[in-house]
């Protein structure tokens, strides 16, 4: 999988950044994206990107402020214009179906799709049998969710050793034994594919937060994974401020990190009024706490 970052401020674009939005490529699982968030432009940033809107198989939207979702109705009626025939699942909190279906409506726009709006809680929103989803609340000055996405453990390597130990001939039936499947060789035997299989492999985590201040839901959403995307709206020395507003400082965001024991810290959602000489002071402030962190900018493709 790969995560690219369309968006990387907070409130409002700047010149350097636009608003909150990030596509997940699950290249390796299969040819489709998710998208996460969609503030104003994104449709823009995928157009200078190799992204194709009809890949988009779904949407989270993570809560109702407009920086997250006012650039929805121009990319999904933009993918219906371009004529995509493939179904699109968005999903979000409460009053995402009523705000898409009254911009659909006002507009008289059409879709030349199937779209499913999934309003959600927190819990499992799906297994798919490669990738579970579970939502989790936090705590922000709306309703507001973040996204977990685990991949399922990959099955271990075939022991080579093991299988020319016991004289079984490499053929076609390789597969099958990968698979852990049982199969019968030309002389007879049985063959249980599970007994030549090593360790399954941990299937890879990412942690993708929407606006938060601090809150106990966000270490079980965060906890080991691999890569953690989470706001780091202010600098520490503003964190009354970020807090009341239901936000989170470079400090707080990287002490979850810590403690959470994530792999990998990615910090978004740059305040504007932080300009790109000010990006290595918040960087530090992150790294004095967790040293494995990183700022994203706006067209950041991070490998998972």
């Given at each position: 999988m790969e995560l690219t970052f369309l968006g990387t401020s907070a409130g409002v674009p700047t010149k350097e950044r636009n608003v909150t939005s990030m596509i997940l490529n699950l290249v390796g699982i299969r040819k489709s994206y998710w998208l996460f968030d969609?503030?104003?432009?994104?449709?823009?940033?995928?157009?200078?990107?190799?992204?194709?809107?009809?890949?988009?198989?779904?949407?989270?939207?993570?809560?109702?402020?407009?920086?997250?979702?006012?650039?929805?109705?121009?990319?999904?009626?933009?993918?219906?214009?371009?004529?995509?025939?493939?179904?699109?699942?968005?999903?979000?909190?409460?009053?995402?179906?009523?705000?898409?279906?009254?911009?659909?409506?006002?507009?008289?726009?059409?879709?030349?799709?199937?779209?499913?709006?999934?309003?959600?809680?927190?819990?499992?929103?799906?297994?798919?049998?490669?990738?579970?989803v579970t939502a989790y609340a936090l705590d922000h000055r709306v309703e507001c969710y973040g996204?977990?996405?685990?991949?399922?453990?990959?099955?271990?390597?075939?022991?080579?050793?093991?299988?020319?130990?016991?004289?079984?001939?490499?053929?076609?039936?390789?597969?099958?034994?990968?698979?852990?499947?049982?199969?019968?060789?030309?002389?007879?035997?049985?063959?249980?594919?599970?007994?030549?299989?090593?360790?399954?492999?941990?299937?890879?985590?990412?942690?993708?937060?929407?606006?938060?201040q601090p809150t106990e839901q966000a270490l079980e959403l965060a906890r080991n994974a691999d890569v953690m995307i989470h706001e780091t709206t202010l600098e520490a020395e503003f964190a009354q401020k970020a807090n009341e507003r239901g936000h989170s400082t470079t400090v707080q965001a990287a002490e979850l990190a810590r403690a959470a024991g994530v792999k990998r810290f990615i910090a978004t959602h740059i305040s504007g009024r932080y300009v790109s000489e000010d990006i290595p002071r918040l960087l530090a402030e992150c790294q004095s706490v967790f040293l494995a962190t990183e700022i994203a900018e706006d067209y950041l493709t991070v490998k998972i």
């Open positions: 969609c503030g104003e432009g994104t449709q823009h940033r995928i157009l200078n990107s190799p992204f194709k809107t009809p890949k988009i198989e779904k949407i989270f939207i993570t809560h109702l402020h407009g920086d997250h979702i006012f650039g929805l109705p121009g990319l999904l009626c933009s993918r219906s214009m371009g004529g995509a025939t493939d179904p699109l699942t968005v999903y979000g909190p409460k009053g995402l179906k009523h705000y898409i279906e009254t911009v659909l409506a006002v507009s008289v726009s059409y879709m030349t799709y199937p779209l499913e709006i999934v309003e959600i809680e927190t819990g499992q929103l799906f297994d798919d049998g490669e990738l579970i996204y977990r996405i685990e991949e399922h453990p990959k099955s271990g390597a075939l022991d080579a050793v093991k299988l020319a130990n016991d004289n079984i001939p490499r053929g076609p039936w390789m597969q099958a034994l990968k698979a852990g499947e049982t199969i019968v060789l030309d002389d007879g035997r049985v063959v249980n594919g599970t007994d030549y299989l090593g360790e399954p492999v941990p299937g890879k985590v990412v942690a993708i937060f929407g606006d938060t």
